[in-house]
């Protein structure tokens, strides 16, 4: 379909990379859409993607080289990468499914999406990390759903919300659903307006938030599937908000932006404004909610080293300062592990909008919150910046995935259709023998647990646990995590099992599936369980009920005689307080003698036989209830 040049694509890759000197930083504002517009809105020539993959693991190599040179090469210290696998899409769009696998997409192709006048469709597969197999779930409703904002609904079925409508980058109404026990993709009901770019956050009472990604009014999606719109709380926030449910229920905003900010999604929703978090604007940094209302803040802006920790926990958000990174890095991720400690990954540190050739970040980097230290781990073999993702698997090791379809991106060769998994430095032992640790496990555990409930881990290894934890399933694109969040859990221990609490406060972690992790004191964590939590709550609303019509018959009047040959004009007032009238009939006894559709509802009966008649009119509303009216006798006499 596509238009191949003569030219060799090697060739076109050195022309394409001598137009823009690799390492430039744009200055475009990418935070803002109009911005973000202007930077992905570069000529690019289709010939050069095939190479463009090639061209990205290749320049990775060296400096990567370089990075592991500077690192312990004791992977019970640093860390290790397993090897770059390719991929059926770019994984710009991951998230963790209830069953363990891993849902992604991108977009119609490899090159800009700018580039393909088709919108018609996205590019997704499922991931199995147990066997490395990718089963192509490609979107078949007829959309494209490349930047759009997602999360798990509590019954662990994914809720998408915009995408990208045509070569102008303008965000569409639609939500979808994807479906992963049959892998399958379905339409939601339409948003207010079109979104691209927007949050999309799981509430306490399972609902989900919809913010931003262009227009300013939030929107909720209600647990029975509908919209509401939030009138009262439009705000101008940046694209991908970082949105998270505080200890208090409303939805914490902790950047990228400097302002912090409480979101109460009641009715039309209002927000309350606080003190600036820090003088950073994090466009492009990374959040990560590592225990019960505390957020650690990571890089951002132009490739910030800085990070900070917000406590939400009381009446305002504490801001303190933790160590900072050893890079400096915009378009990384933070991903919590399975301990409740934060990895980065990717990114650059020379402040590039998107993507920085010469300026990747290979070092992964872990936070641990004990001593808010940061450690430098294992390089990646691949440069991962803008649309680049990682996403903690249920068995503690982390996929870093994606980058490129931008631009900027085929402009500067910048293409990773591939993934690279990092095993953290936890799952090895520390005797410098470079052997993977025996892990603690978990033999039984509920399928569901409650807030305020307690519950039986069966483990052999109980008397040598010493951390317990939850952790959201993650959803994960454009450095943003969109629900991922880490709660631990007090335990107490007994024989081969153990016995943990989940603690009352639901907003602590909202419904929905979670991974549980069991970490024994050397800090090997276990492979999780994945279980439900709430898996009652919130009770599904009765499906709405469709009040029937109302209708009666207004002429001709009761008693009224005619003489043969008659015409009877025949009327009726029909209404329905919940839909509308479909139509509404007229009969004589059981004889149907007219109908009409809309209102005034009206017929003529033509009557030629003398005799008494009884005549009702029955109306019929949108969702086919049927209600007659009572009944009128009149009598036609013979003439005379
Ligand atoms: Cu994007």
Redesign the pocket.
């Known amino acids: 379909m596509r238009d191949s040049s003569r030219l060799a694509p090697a060739l076109l890759l050195l022309l394409s990379l001598a137009l823009v000197a690799p390492g430039t930083a744009l200055a475009h504002d990418v935070s803002t859409a109009a911005g973000h517009r202007a930077e992905d809105n570069v000529l690019h020539d289709a010939a050069i993607e095939a190479n463009l993959d090639k061209a990205t693991r290749h320049s990775s190599a060296v400096l990567s080289r370089a990075a592991t040179a500077a690192v312990a090469a004791d992977p019970g210290q640093a860390g290790q990468w397993g090897s770059v696998v390719n991929w059926p899409v770019v994984g710009?769009h991951v998230a963790l499914l209830p069953n363990g696998k891993v849902l992604a997409w991108d977009s119609v192709g490899d090159g800009a999406t700018e580039s393909f006048p088709d919108q018609t469709f996205t590019r997704a597969t499922v991931y199995d990390p147990a066997t490395g197999t990718q089963t192509p779930v490609n979107v078949d409703t007829g959309y494209n759903i490349?930047?759009s904002g997602f999360a798990h609904l509590t019954d662990g079925s994914l809720f998408i919300a915009g995408g990208n409508k045509d070569q102008q980058l303008n965000g569409i109404v639609k939500t979808h659903l994807f479906n992963p026990v049959t892998n399958t993709w379905s339409l939601g009901p339409d948003m207010a307006a079109g979104r691209w770019?927007p949050s999309v956050t799981p509430l306490t009472n399972g609902e989900m938030l919809i913010t931003e990604g262009g227009p300013d009014m939030p929107e909720v999606r209600r647990t029975d599937g509908s919209l509401r719109a939030l009138s009262s709380a439009s705000l101008n926030l940046p694209l991908y908000p970082w949105m998270d449910v505080a200890p208090d229920g409303r939805v914490f905003y902790s950047g990228p932006d400097t302002t912090l900010r409480k979101l109460d999604t009641a009715g039309g929703g209002s927000w309350q404004t606080y003190g600036q978090r820090d003088a950073i604007n994090r466009s492009y940094g990374s959040h990560a909610v590592f225990n019960v209302g505390k957020t650690l803040v990571a890089g951002g802006g132009s490739s910030s080293n800085d990070a900070r920790v917000i406590d939400t926990n009381g009446t305002t958000p504490q801001v303190s300062a933790t160590s900072p990174m050893a890079f400096g890095r915009r378009q990384h991720n933070l991903t919590l592990l399975a301990d409740g400690s934060v990895l980065a990954t990717g990114g650059n540190s020379t402040g590039a909008s998107l993507i920085d050739m010469n300026g990747g970040v290979y070092n992964a980097e872990r936070w641990d919150p004990a001593t808010g230290q940061w450690t430098t781990l294992a390089a990646q073999a691949v440069t991962r910046q803008?649309?680049s993702t990682a996403l903690l698997l249920p068995d503690g090791r982390v996929l870093s995935a994606g980058g490129g379809i931008?631009g900027t991106c085929d402009q500067v060769g910048y293409l990773a259709k591939n993934a690279e998994i990092f095993t953290p430095p936890y799952l090895f032992k520390h005797d410098g023998s470079g052997q993977l640790a025996p892990r603690p496990q978990i033999a039984a555990a509920p399928d569901t647990v409650s807030h305020g409930t307690s519950f039986q881990i069966g483990t052999p290894d109980a008397a040598s646990i010493a951390r317990v934890g939850l952790l959201r399933l993650g959803s994960q694109t454009?450095s943003v995590e969109m629900e991922a969040r880490y709660l631990p859990l007090s335990f107490t221990v007994g024989s081969g099992t153990l016995t943990a609490t989940v603690p009352a406060n639901m907003n602590t972690a909202v419904p929905g599936y979670y991974m549980l992790f069991i970490v024994d004191a050397n800090g090997v964590p276990s492979v999780a369980k994945i279980l439900m939590l709430d898996a009652s709550t919130p009770p599904p609303p009765p499906p709405p009920s469709n009040q029937p019509p109302t209708v009666s018959l207004t002429s001709p009047a009761s008693g009224a005689s005619f003489t043969s040959p008659a015409k009877i004009a025949m009327a009726a007032n029909a209404a329905d307080a919940d839909g509308r009238v479909s139509l509404v009939e007229f009969f004589s006894g059981a004889t149907k003698v007219g109908d009409d559709a809309t209102a005034p509802y009206s017929s003529q009966w033509n009557v030629g036989a003398a005799g008494t008649y009884t005549l009702t009119a029955r109306a019929t509303d949108n969702a086919g209830a049927v209600t007659t009216s009572t009944s009128v006798t009149v009598t036609v006499k013979k003439k005379r």
Do not use: S
Request: aromatic content about 38%.
């Open positions: 710009i490349f930047c770019y803008y649309h931008c454009h």
